[in-house]
T-cell receptor
Framework: DAGVIQSPRHEVTEMGQEVTLRCKPI?????LFWYRQTMMRGLELLIY????????DSGMPEDRFSAKMPNASFSTLKIQPSEPRDSAVYFC????????????FGPGTRLTVT | DQQVKQNSPSLSVQEGRISILNCDYT??????FLWYKKYPAEGPTFLIS?????DKNEDGRFTVFLNKSAKHLSLHIVPSQPGDSAVYFC?????????FGTGTSLTVIP
């Protein structure tokens, strides 16, 4: 298995632009998580899905952030409009029912907003 | 509210010695506690878990201890190897909630 796939690996954009991050979970996994890592706050859970349904989005910082999972093999995290404080590494992870805490992480997308 | 807290941002250990990474938690319920390891430019990798009904779980060189009265979790790595140098995150799964600590950077000196 290729593991969790994220794209792009790096994104540099200007403040105010829309940013879309993409994730393909491991086939057969029914949980999908979006995390953000910063120096100050460490690894923060933004939102997670179970069977394509959002379960907990309490970590989404504000309305500028949205996430979708249209099918079992694809998810997006969108930031519109982006701001410099959104600069971070965004990780996607997936896991199986029964052991949702054993998460397999993608390599991350490093976002820089100038 | 930080559900899991790692108070030491970094730790250096000599190769062959024991590495002890620590984590404190609040508001205990039925939980799973976890340790993840992260190398630079990679995503975290699941290392080991323990349920809150246990005190210890061992997997090779890695042992996790859970002290429920102190609300403290620790990861022991014996013997430490240079390849263990990474950032270690403790994490917690409580019901539908998932929390990660801020990480401890371990350096194993050859």
């Amino acid at each position: 298995d290729a593991g969790v796939i994220q794209s792009p690996r790096h994104e540099v954009t200007e403040m105010g632009q829309e940013v879309t991050l993409r994730c393909k979970p491991i086939s057969g996994h029914d949980y999908l998580f979006w995390y953000r890592q910063t120096m100050m706050r460490g690894l923060e859970l933004l939102i997670y899905f179970n069977n394509n349904v959002p379960i907990d989005d309490s970590g989404m910082p504000e309305d500028r952030f949205s996430a979708k999972m249209p099918n079992a093999s694809f998810s997006t995290l969108k930031i519109q409009p982006s701001e410099p404080r959104d600069s971070a590494v965004y990780f996607c992870a997936s896991s199986l029912s029964g052991v949702p805490y054993e998460q397999y992480f993608g390599p991350g997308t490093r976002l820089t907003v100038t | 509210d930080q559900q899991v807290k790692q108070n030491s941002p970094s730790l250096s250990v000599q190769e062959g010695r024991i590495s002890i990474l620590n984590c404190d938690y609040t508001n205990s319920m039925f939980d799973y506690f976890l340790w993840y390891k992260k190398y630079p430019a990679e995503g975290p990798t699941f290392l080991i878990s323990i349920s809150s009904i246990k005190d210890k779980n061992e997997d090779g060189r890695f042992t996790v201890f859970l002290n429920k009265s102190a609300k403290h979790l620790s990861l022991h790595i014996v013997p430490s190897q240079p390849g263990d140098s990474a950032v270690y995150f403790c994490a917690r799964n409580t019901g539908n909630q998932f929390y990660f600590g801020t990480g401890t950077s371990l350096t194993v000196i050859p």
